[in-house]
C-alpha cells in the first residue's frame, strides 16, 4: 500500500468538542485573506481539526450556507497536505466573510493562500 496522506476529510478532522471551539475563538490568532477569516490555536495532538462557519446573518437560506460550506470543505480537503507537510497541528476555524456565493475556484484560490500563510506563521 503506498505511503500518502489520505485526501478524505474524516470526522477525526472535524472540530467538534464546545471547549476546543470556545479556546479557539477566545485565544486563538487571526488573519484574514477575504473572503475566509482564519482563526487557529496550536494542537496538542495531530490530526488538524477544522471548524468551517457560514453565518446566518448573512445567508438566510440554509442550502446557500450549505453550498458555501462543501465548496470550503472540498478546497480543504484537497489542500490539506499544505498542512501536513509541515507537522505542527493546528485547531483551524474558517469563518466565511462574504455577503455573495462566490464560485468554487475563488474559495480554493483564497484556502490555498490561507493555508500557505498559516504554515509560514
Do not use: W
Not at 490530526?47 to 453550498?67: E, Y
Amino acid at each position: 500500500m503506498p505511503d500518502f496522506p489520505s485526501q478524505q476529510f474524516s470526522k477525526k478532522e472535524r472540530l467538534c468538542k464546545k471547549k476546543d471551539i470556545q479556546e479557539l475563538f477566545a485565544m486563538g490568532k487571526a488573519f484574514t485573506i477575504y473572503p475566509l477569516r482564519v482563526l487557529y490555536v496550536p494542537a496538542t495532538d495531530p490530526p488538524n481539526k477544522v471548524l468551517i462557519s457560514v453565518p446566518k446573518r448573512s445567508f438566510k437560506k440554509a442550502a446557500d450556507r450549505n453550498l458555501l460550506k462543501r465548496r470550503i470543505r472540498e478546497a480543504y480537503r484537497t489542500q490539506k497536505n499544505i498542512l501536513l507537510q509541515q507537522g505542527k497541528p493546528f485547531h483551524i476555524a474558517f469563518v466565511y466573510l462574504g455577503r455573495e456565493i462566490l464560485n468554487f475556484n475563488i474559495i480554493d484560490k483564497k484556502l490555498k493562500e490561507a493555508l500557505f500563510r498559516l504554515v509560514n506563521k
